[in-house]
């Protein structure tokens, strides 16, 4: 069973938005930090955007100002709400989920449960 399943990717023009939704298959996440990875071909996966329990969260300097990451903890749903989109944001996006105390929010090494990925492709 995969632990975080993902979904909403889609294929979109520049300048538009996309909203990524993920699950737990298997647990509440309330008490730890979740993240927002993505990978593009033939590039390392690079962490987007986490957020963790007592609210603090991080962004990528190229997502700033144009991504958010949220939480619904009653329905246990993890969101990417991403706006004004461009070809550099084409990659699959995973999500993960980690100890509540993860020292190096980008680092792949601090999440222990990670989806399947769900692509989004931005064209012009």
């Known amino acids: 069973q995969v632990p975080l399943v993902e979904s909403g990717g889609n294929s979109v023009q520049t300048g538009g938005s996309l909203i990524l939704s993920c699950t737990p298959s298997?647990?509440?996440?309330?008490?730890?930090?979740q993240a927002w990875f993505r990978q593009a071909p033939g590039k390392e996966r690079q962490g987007v955007a986490n957020?963790?329990?007592?609210?603090?969260?991080n962004y990528a300097d190229s997502v700033k100002g144009r991504f958010t990451i949220s939480r619904d903890n009653v329905k246990n749903i993890l969101f990417l709400q991403m706006n004004s989109l461009n070809s550099e944001d084409t990659a699959v996006y995973y999500c993960?989920?980690?100890?509540?105390?993860?020292?190096?929010?980008?680092?792949?090494?601090?999440?222990?449960?990670w989806g399947q990925g769900t692509q989004v492709t931005v064209s012009s």
């Open positions: 298997r647990w509440t996440w309330s008490n730890y930090c």
């Open positions: 993960a989920a980690g100890a509540s105390g993860v020292e190096f929010w980008d680092d792949i090494g601090e999440y222990v449960d």
């Open positions: 957020l963790c329990s007592d609210g603090r969260s």
